[in-house]
C-alpha cells in the first residue's frame, strides 16, 4: 500500500475524531476488525460488531472509522477513532480516492471459464517489462478486492484482476473498487445459481462488466463467437470495442487451429496482418484465452510478436486442464480445480480431441455452484447428453449429486454397461484399474472439494506418477 497521512484520508472521507490524536502513518486498512492486526491500520467499522480495543492498544497507530462509536470498547491512547456520519460512504470514499491516486493501466477479466488462465497470461507477457500487481492464482472473491486494490502502490505499472460473478451485484462491486480501464468478457456459460437462481440471472450479472466504463475511452473486449454476451451486453455506446474469436470481423482472429504437441497451434490476423502462434495447452477455449490477452496487452504497448513469443513458454495453471503422466503409461487431465458446464463441456471436448485411437474415461462430479434445482437438473443432464455425443469410451460418475449424468448420457446411447457411479476414491480406482494402460486418456473433472478427501487424495497420488504434492 502507498503510505499515506492520517490527516490526507480523513480529508477525504470526512467525519470526527472522538478518541485519540495525531497524524500517523496508514499503511495497512481492512474493512473489518479482527483480533491480529498490523500497526500503522486504518479500519472500517462494517461488520458494525463490538470492538475490544485492549487487543490493539499495544500498536502503534491504529485508527478506526465507525457510525457505532459507542461498540468501540477498551481504547487505549494508541488508538484514534473517527465518527462517521454513514460507514459505508466513508468507506467508498477512500477507495475511490485510493484508486483515484494510481493513473496506471488497469486490465479487468470476468467470464463463467478461463478468468485465471488469461490472468496469468496477461502477467506473463507483462512482467518482462513492467511491475505487475494481479490476482493470486484463483484468489478472486469479494472478500480480497480490498487487499488487492491497496496492494498497488507507487512501484506498480499495470494491474491486472480477475472479477467473478456469484450473484447479481457482485460484479458491480469488483468493476467500483478497480474501476479498470480495459475489461474482457471471455464467455458466459451457467455458473453460481446457488447466488444467481436462474441461468438468466448469471448471465445478465456477467453483464454488469460494462457497469462505469468510460464510453469514450474505455476499452471493451468481447468474445465475438459467444451468443450469450450478445444477448445481455450492449456495446453500443462505447467508442473502443474489441471483438476476439473465429467469426469474420474479429479484430483479433484465430485461423487455421490445430492441436500440436503439448499445445495449439493458430493464424492470428490482426489488422491485415497474419502471424503464426502457439500457445500451451490443449483445447480451443485456449486458443480464445490467448487471443483475448493479446487484445488486452495491445493496449499497453505490447506488440503482437512480442505477446506471442512469451505465450510460447507459458505455463499451464494448475488443474486447470493439466496433462500429467499416469499410471501404467496412461495420461491424465487434471482438471480439478473447480467445475461448471462450460468447464466440463469444455474438458469432454478436448477429451475426444486427443485420445483418438485411444480409450478415453471421463471422471465427472458434481458442480458445487449449481445448487440444486431444475436449472441445476438441466444442467447435469446436458453434461450426460455430451459425454454420450462426444462418444466417451467410459464414464464413472463421482457422487450422489452427480448421478444425472450418468443417467442422461444412458439416455442419450451410451451403453450403460460403460456407465459407472462411485462415492470414494478407492471405488473409483477399482473401476479404473484394468483400463490403467498407455492406450488410455484420463478426464479427471472432479472438483477439488471432493478432491481433497482422504480416499481422492490417495486416488490422485496412486493414478497421476508425475503429480505435485
Known amino acids: 500500500m502507498k503510505n499515506i497521512e492520517f490527516n490526507t484520508i480523513l480529508q477525504q472521507i ?11 502513518i496508514i499503511q495497512h486498512v481492512i474493512n473489518y476488525p479482527k483480533k491480529e492486526i498490523y500497526d500503522h491500520s486504518l479500519v472500517f467499522h462494517m461488520d458494525k460488531e463490538k470492538i475490544r480495543g485492549k487487543y490493539w492498544n499495544h500498536h502503534e497507530a491504529v485508527v478506526i472509522v465507525t ?7 477498551n481504547l487505549g491512547e494508541q488508538i484514534i477513532v473517527v465518527k462517521t456520519e454513514d460507514i459505508e460512504k466513508a468507506y467508498w470514499r477512500f477507495i475511490n480516492y485510493y ?8 486490465i479487468g477479466v470476468t467470464g463463467t471459464c478461463g478468468k485465471t488462465t488469461t490472468k496469468e497470461m496477461m502477467k506473463q507477457i507483462l512482467v518482462e517489462d513492467y511491475k505487475v500487481k494481479a490476482t493470486w492464482r484463483s484468489m478472486n472473491s469479494m472478500s480480497v478486492n480490498l487487499r488487492y486494490l491497496t496492494g498497488i502502490d507507487d512501484e506498480t505499472e499495470v494491474a491486472v484482476f480477475e472479477m467473478p460473478v456469484a450473484y447479481p451485484g457482485y460484479l458491480k462491486v469488483a468493476c467500483c473498487y478497480f474501476q479498470p480501464q480495459i475489461r474482457i468478457l471471455l464467455n458466459i456459460g451457467v455458473h453460481h445459481l446457488t447466488g444467481s437462481k436462474t441461468p438468466e440471472a448469471y448471465m445478465k450479472a456477467k453483464g454488469e462488466i460494462v457497469d462505469g466504463l468510460d464510453e469514450e475511452h474505455g476499452i471493451l473486449i468481447l468474445n465475438a463467437d459467444d451468443e450469450n454476451i450478445r444477448k445481455v451486453v450492449d456495446s453500443s455506446k462505447f467508442k473502443r470495442v474489441i471483438y476476439f474469436g473465429k467469426s469474420d470481423g474479429s479484430h483479433f482472429r484465430a485461423k487455421n487451429i490445430q492441436y500440436a504437441n503439448g499445445g495449439m497451434n493458430f493464424t492470428l490476423e490482426h489488422g491485415g496482418e497474419l502471424y503464426e502462434a502457439f ?10 484465452n490467448a487471443l483475448a490477452a493479446i487484445a488486452a496487452v495491445s493496449f499497453v504497448d505490447i506488440d503482437i510478436p512480442t505477446a506471442i513469443k512469451r505465450l510460447g513458454v507459458f505455463k499451464q495453471v494448475k488443474q486447470h ?9 496412461c495420461s491424465v487431465i ?30 465427472l462430479g458434481y458442480m458445487p455452484q449449481l445448487g440444486k434445482g431444475k436449472h441445476a437438473s438441466r ?56 483400463d490403467l494402460q498407455e492406450n488410455t486418456v484420463i478426464l479427471l473433472k472432479v472438483t477439488h472439494r471432493v478432491m481433497k478427501q482422504t480416499s481422492f487424495k490417495q486416488l490422485r497420488e496412486k493414478l497421476i506418477v508425475d503429480n505435485d504434492k
Open 99 to 106: 484508486r483515484g491516486l494510481f493513473d496506471i493501466p488497469v
Open 67 to 73: 457510525d457505532k462509536p459507542d461498540l468501540c470498547t
Open 379 to 434: 444442467q447435469y443432464e446436458d453434461m450426460g447428453k455430451k459425454a454420450a455425443e462426444a462418444k466417451i469410451d467410459s464414464l464413472i460418475v463421482v457422487g450422489e449429486r452427480a448421478e444425472e449424468i450418468g443417467k442422461a448420457a444412458a439416455k442419450y446411447g451410451m451403453d450403460k454397461e460403460n456407465i459407472h457411479f462411485c462415492t470414494t476414491g478407492e471405488e473409483v480406482y477399482d473401476t479404473l484399474k484394468p
Open 321 to 329: 486442464l493439466e496433462f500429467k503422466k499416469g499410471v501404467n503409461g
Open 334 to 363: 487434471d482438471d480439478t480445480w473447480n467445475s461448471s458446464p462450460l468447464s466440463m463441456s469444455t474438458g469432454i471436448e478436448v477429451l475426444k480431441d486427443v485420445s483418438k485411437g485411444k480409450k478415453s474415461i471421463a471422471l
Open 279 to 288: 500457445v500451451p495447452g490443449y483445447g480451443e477455449h485456449n486458443v480464445y
Open 14 to 24: 470526512g467525519g470526527e475524531i472522538i478518541h485519540g490524536s495525531g497524524n500517523p
